[in-house]
């Protein structure tokens, strides 16, 4: 599933207005929160910490309304901890995020 530009980039436009420099600081800081946050969803082991690392994704998914990591974090939030798809979803939307 390749990255479609949508909410994301317009709520990045949104905030840059017309400050293209901005628009790129505000691309590397959600690259770099979102690395944090599936690095941590990764090393969950039990339930809590799994479930917590899951939330923050979607928290981070919802504040610059990115709607497709949204599901993805929705639905690790419902798997089991350490689930190896939910991680290599959010993994490829990272991937293609960052690549885009």
């Known amino acids: 599933m390749a990255y ?6 317009a709520t990045l436009a949104a905030a ?15 690259v770099e929160s979102l690395t944090h946050q599936l690095d941590l969803l990764r090393r969950a082991r039990c339930d ?27 639905q690790a939030i419902d798997t089991a ?4 798809v939910a991680v290599r979803r959010i993994q490829t939307f990272l991937d293609e995020f960052a690549a885009a």
């Open 81 to 84: 901890p350490g689930d190896p």
């Open 16 to 30: 840059a207005g017309n400050d293209p420099a901005l628009f790129a600081e505000l691309r590397v800081a959600f």
């Open 48 to 74: 809590g910490n799994w479930q917590i690392a899951a939330l923050r994704l979607k928290g981070l998914a919802a504040s610059f309304n990115a709607e497709r990591l949204m599901v993805l974090a929705d």
């Open 4 to 9: 479609e530009a949508g909410t994301l980039d």
